[in-house]
């Protein structure tokens, strides 16, 4: 017995006597090639198929609520990243005098200052958008830590 896929897609049994409607018994072998496996797959009717109930509510979301301690996470992180930042760049490009601070210390600050002011600005302009009301932005993108 050898299987084929006919032109609508589905598999149909050729050169038997029994391939002709109803419920289509397959052996996985004669799918597969390869005689080991003996499991037996059967195709389901259209009738046995369930019919997919949808509703307009399930495409609604409940408002979401604001992640306040989040927020406030995030314009902490902007504004010491932006302090660590500008301070780092001035004090490698001179303005700022160095007796204070030991030299070896701007690099850090640098990259210090971007980690932190990367993700802080990014949460808030987030925050902003979806305080504005702009479509696609949502406080639900916000990680909450409540």
């Known amino acids: 017995m050898s299987t084929g896929v006919s032109p609508g897609g589905d598999l149909r049994s050729r050169g038997t006597a029994a391939g002709s409607g109803g419920n289509k018994k397959m052996l996985a072998s004669n799918i ?3 005689g080991s496996s003996r499991a037996e797959y059967y195709r389901v009717r259209n009738e046995q198929r369930p019919v997919p109930v ?3 509510m ?3 979301s409940a408002p979401s609520k604001v992640p306040w301690k ?4 995030a314009i902490f992180l902007s504004v ?3 302090t660590l930042l500008t301070t780092g760049c001035l004090m490698l490009s001179g ?3 160095v007796k204070h601070f030991p030299p070896n210390r701007t690099w850090p600050m640098i990259v210090l200052g971007a980690i ?5 600005v990014y949460h808030v302009r987030v925050a902003l958008m979806a305080w504005w009301g702009y479509e696609g932005y949502s406080f639900d993108d916000i990680p909450d830590y409540d």
């Open 32 to 34: 597969l090639g390869s």
């Open 70 to 73: 989040s927020i406030l996470l």
């Open 54 to 56: 949808y509703s307009s």
């Open 95 to 97: 303005h700022v005098d």
């Open 80 to 82: 010491v990243g932006t």
């Open 58 to 60: 399930q495409y609604k």
């Open 116 to 120: 932190m002011f990367i993700p802080g």
